[in-house]
């Protein structure tokens, strides 16, 4: 019953974590979108002081607007790139297509034009975040193999007194940046540290080996 108790004690202190960790990292997303959002919608409008100044055509301002999100996309995540693809839109709309200063469309064919644009602009932006969330997992995996490449290169070049002692354990802090390394040997029963550990370390690992569980 009682260890029943502590389990359940345990199972709700790392749900919260998890909870913890799932707001913080929804928070911080939103914080990067609307920085996003801010700087290129700050571009956007260059952009359409710029043309509307230099009187571009419907086809060539569709054509900026585009290379635009293509740059942002390059930088931002997905939901900002949609964000500014509607505000360039309504953009295009408003300064660039007859009647200028509304956001009616008379022509059918300027609103096959809009909707091509906000399509392509969606389209590309959707690709280009693909690619990059590709490319950042490949080089996630890539660091991981060359550190257990490192830590396995350094476990074999150790003396064979070292793996006696604590000293097997410093190419694990050394690799993965950690202030401390505790291992239980269950065939000797012997606990091994390295680093600046915590008073409740060597108990808690020995705990983890009884329960059969990392804590």
């Known amino acids: 019953m009682r260890r029943s108790a502590k389990s359940s004690l345990l199972t709700l202190r790392l749900s919260r974590f998890k909870v913890t960790a799932e707001l913080f990292k929804t928070q911080r997303f939103w914080r990067k979108t609307s920085s996003y959002c801010a700087v ?52 295009l709309d408003y300064f660039f297509v007859d009647p200028l200063f509304s956001f009616q469309v008379n022509s059918p064919l300027d609103t096959l ?21 590709g490319t950042e997992a490949s080089g996630r995996q890539q660091a ?45 029963a012997e606990i091994y540290i390295a680093g600046d550990a915590r008073d409740d370390l060597e108990k808690r690992t020995g705990e983890a080996f009884i329960h059969g569980k990392d804590r």
């Open 40 to 91: 290129w919608t700050a571009a956007v409008a260059l952009l359409t002081f710029l043309g509307f100044r230099l009187r571009l055509s419907f086809a060539t301002a569709s054509f900026c607007y585009l290379l635009l999100l293509l740059l942002q996309s390059l930088s931002g995540n997905f939901v900002s790139s949609a964000v500014v693809s509607l505000l360039t839109v309504g953009c």
């Open 144 to 188: 991981r193999l060359q550190r257990l490449y490192d830590l396995a290169q350094q476990l074999l070049a150790l003396e064979p007194d070292a793996k006696a002692t604590s000293h097997f354990l410093e190419p694990f802090r050394a690799v993965f940046s950690i202030g401390a390394v505790c291992f239980f040997d269950a065939t000797n």
């Open 113 to 133: 034009g809009l909707a091509s644009f906000l399509i392509t602009g969606l389209v590309i932006t959707k690709l280009v975040a693909k690619l990059r969330a």
